[in-house]
């Protein structure tokens, strides 16, 4: 696997900011770098984009001036696809539309040599289909980028049917040379991040459909407890709902209606009325100067217990105990199903179904549920649900236990799977469907996530950290609660389960 030299030169057709990020990308790494569009005026501001990003790292001490003139002399500006005649590489970068899209691939393989590689960086558009018209559709690969290209490390690699994969391999190897993380995708819809990513918008608003927490809550949740770097809804309204409601709605479509992708009615309300997030001013949010964003939900102090009886093997929320420890209270160690007692309360990790419905199931009426966190030795952060069986007494000494241990608790309507711990399954089970279909390895799956979204975890390695046993039946307990298909089983974590 051998990536190209950087005598080779590259083409970038189209100059807004994904393609003069990768110019920059590129020229950085070495290669002389036609940058072309339409619109000259959007040339000559392309490179003044890339002038100002190069000069920021110079001011950051992160680029010597020298290094500075050198990459900036490597972008040369061009006015006529014929003066980039000579590129090896040349990488689309324009308009999202599969007909634009074939005729200027269709233009690049006459004008460029037979061994040059043609490579978009479409983010949803099929690579098979944008090839299925050239004489040499083995040579188109997709190299997609995410905004910025300068910062961010992902670079997905993605073969249509036709496909060489020794160009997918060169690709590869060149993303990797210029400093990117790459990863092997088929070209199938949302290729990894895009359809893996799905359930992170999507259960956050399904709970929020069923007026469990507001929007600010279950972003601090998100972010404090599971160390996401945004909250759903804030990200949501940074990347614009009318975006992110299209891409929700282009891989339901391209799947033919799979209830897996169903798109939410709460954010076409807001497309509806033009409440597109920062863009616009409001989003879920309010964004101005005289703006405040609104605080998360937290519950008032609860008196700390003496002691706690921990009763059987917490699993992922074992760290709890040592942190009561700390705090002064005294552990009595007895066998049990993984739970703490206190107060007449048992304070439980969920398990996927509601408090309520476990309580019945098996009749601990003062039952209260705590949520995933990444870390339960330093969360400051944890969500609850009490079953509607729970009384105010014990529910105040299970609040009580957790924010001994110096734990902020907010609380949710008893939902399925809480907040945390029904997102990181439901990515889980995306992202092995990825896998059980063949778009990428698991491996590539976890990189995806982690490069290109700043996920704590990849998925899948977060559900080997959780155990597939565990996983498996969180994700049973909401097929189960919902009786939806979007909530179905992937049969390659069923598998892993019984390994």
């Not at 098979?128 to 050239?134: D, E, H, S």
């Not at 929700?248 to 033009?274: M, W």
Request: aromatic residues 6%; proline residues 4%.
């Amino acid at each position: 696997m051998t990536a190209l030299a950087t005598s080779v030169r590259v083409l970038v057709v189209g100059a807004g900011a994904m393609g003069s990020g990768i110019a920059h990308v590129a020229a950085r790494a070495g290669h002389s770098v036609y940058l072309f569009d339409q619109n000259a005026e959007a040339v000559d501001k392309g490179k003044v984009g890339i002038d100002k990003d190069l000069r920021f790292l110079v001011n950051k001490g992160k680029l010597s001036e020298a290094d500075y003139q050198t990459i900036l002399a490597r972008v040369i500006p061009v006015t006529r696809l014929e003066d980039a005649a000579d590129a090896g590489l040349a990488i689309e970068a324009i308009i999202e539309n599969l007909t634009a899209k074939q005729e200027l691939f269709a233009q690049l393989e006459k004008l460029l040599s037979a061994e040059a590689i043609l490579a978009t960086n479409t983010s949803s558009l099929s690579i098979t289909a944008m090839a299925a018209n050239l004489a040499q559709s083995q040579r188109l690969a997709g190299l997609h980028f995410f905004n910025p290209a300068p910062r961010m490390a992902l670079v997905e690699i993605v073969s249509g049917l036709a496909t060489d994969p020794a160009i997918a391999d060169c690709l590869y190897a060149t993303a990797r040379a210029w400093g990117k993380v790459p990863v092997h995708a088929k070209s199938t819809p949302g290729f990894i991040v895009n359809r893996v990513a799905r359930p992170y918008y999507a259960e956050a608003l399904r709970v929020l459909g069923e007026q469990a927490a507001t929007p600010a809550t279950l972003d601090a949740l998100l972010r404090d407890s599971c160390r996401f770097p945004m909250g759903p809804f804030e990200l949501m309204d940074m990347i614009g709902h009318d975006i992110n409601f299209a891409v929700t709605r282009s891989v339901y479509d391209a799947y033919f209606g799979d209830k897996r992708f169903v798109p939410s009615l709460i954010q076409q309300e807001l497309v509806l009325a033009g409440r597109l997030g920062r863009k616009t001013g409001q989003g879920f949010f309010a964004y101005g100067d005289n703006t405040v964003k609104p605080a998360p939900d937290m519950l008032a102090a609860m008196p700390a217990p003496a002691k706690v009886v921990i009763a059987g093997d917490l699993g992922p929320a074992a760290a709890l105990a040592q942190r009561l420890e700390t705090a002064g209270v005294v552990i009595e160690y007895q066998q049990g199903n993984g739970c703490l007692q206190v107060g007449g309360a048992t304070l439980a990790l969920s398990d996927g179904r509601p408090a309520t419905i476990r309580t019945a199931a098996e009749n601990i009426p003062d039952l209260v549920l705590f949520d995933l966190a990444f870390d339960y030795a330093t969360t400051t952060r944890l969500a609850v649900t009490r079953a509607d069986q729970c009384s105010d007494a014990a529910f105040a000494a299970a609040v009580g236990t957790l924010q001994a241990t110096g734990i902020a608790v907010s609380q949710l309507d008893d939902v399925a799977g809480i907040i945390a711990l029904r997102t990181v399954c439901m990515l889980a089970n995306e992202g092995a469907d990825a896998v059980s279909q063949g778009i990428a390895s698991a491996a590539d799956v976890n990189a995806a996530m982690t490069s290109g979204t700043n996920y704590p975890l990849g998925p899948l390695a977060w559900a080997e950290k959780l155990g597939f046993a565990r996983v498996v039946r969180i994700l049973e307990n909401l097929h189960a609660h919902y009786g939806e298909e979007r909530y179905r089983l992937s049969p390659w974590l069923r598998r892993r389960a019984v390994r």
